[in-house]
Nanobody
């Protein structure tokens, strides 16, 4: 059984930074793809970033390139999303997702495991 738990969300001002964490239960995600998605009120869930657990290769949505960084800690079975220079349009519920396949997917429907979400609010 795989369980994902996000943390680190909060209320910040535009230009501030946050680091989100996603702790995965059980074994090390050796060949998993792990990703961050976000969903704002009235909008569809959108891809933010993904990482291949085995290699550390990363992938980003154009809207966050240069501002967000996804990384993983193998020993802790944890994936992070460092968010810098936050904008009001970044405000959303952020979800961690994982898939047992080795490939990277940009559609939320491809991911089998999801966390509960963590709220990020950006003022101004």
């Amino acid at each position: 059984q795989v369980q994902l738990v996000e943390s680190g969300g909060g209320l910040v001002q535009a230009g501030d930074s946050l680091r989100l964490s996603c702790a995965a239960s059980g074994r090390t995600f050796r060949n998993y793809a792990m990703a961050w998605f976000r969903q704002a009120p009235g909008k569809e869930r959108e891809f933010v970033a993904a990482i291949r657990w085995s290699t550390g290769s990363t992938y980003y949505a154009d809207s966050v390139k240069g501002r967000f960084t996804i990384s993983r800690d193998n020993a802790k079975n944890t994936v992070y999303l460092q968010m810098n220079s936050l904008k009001p349009e970044d405000a959303a519920v952020y979800y961690c997702a994982a898939d047992p396949d080795s490939g990277i997917y940009y559609s939320p429907s491809k991911y089998h495991y999801w966390g509960q979400g963590t709220q990020v609010t950006v003022s101004s």
